[in-house]
């Protein structure tokens, strides 16, 4: 399966298939969506926890183990085939120009990458690896 991630404000439709990956509709956005990949949009009780990264990502982390691989892989199989088996990338709002920035995007990245050997890229511009993203917390 073809993946990568971006931001929606760095999104062009010639990099693949508009993947929402987010809790809310980005009103901004005036591009077509491929669908909703709801089982790694973060919770809005997450979202609402205000958590640094780290213990962002544990719990995260936490959510995604509990969907399972299998789950969270079918479920972007089933996507990627509603849009003619094209690279579908993950979307979400944050933008990683910044040394500091993250998002839940790059911590599924790694997740996926521990899980099936398979690296997505990153297609925004300027992005950066904190600290803490070097390995991983788990």
Request: charged letters at 20%; glycine letters at 8%; aromatic letters at 10%.
């Amino acid at each position: 399966m073809d993946l990568a991630t971006c931001s929606y404000g760095e999104y062009r439709p010639d990099m693949g298939v508009a993947i929402r990956t987010t809790a809310g509709h980005p009103r901004f956005f005036r591009q077509p969506v491929g669908g909703h990949a709801k089982l790694i949009t973060p919770t809005r009780q997450l979202l609402a926890a205000n958590l640094p990264a780290d213990a962002y990502e544990f719990q995260y982390r936490r959510m995604l183990n509990e969907h399972g691989i299998q789950a969270i892989h079918t479920e972007l199989a089933v996507l990627a085939a509603a849009n003619a088996g094209g690279r579908l990338v993950l979307l979400c709002f944050d933008r990683m120009n910044k040394p500091e920035n993250w998002c839940h995007r790059r911590m599924l990245a790694r997740f996926w990458a521990e899980s099936t050997g398979e690296e997505i890229p990153e297609l925004g511009d300027n992005c950066f690896d904190a600290p803490h993203e070097q390995g991983g917390l788990f």
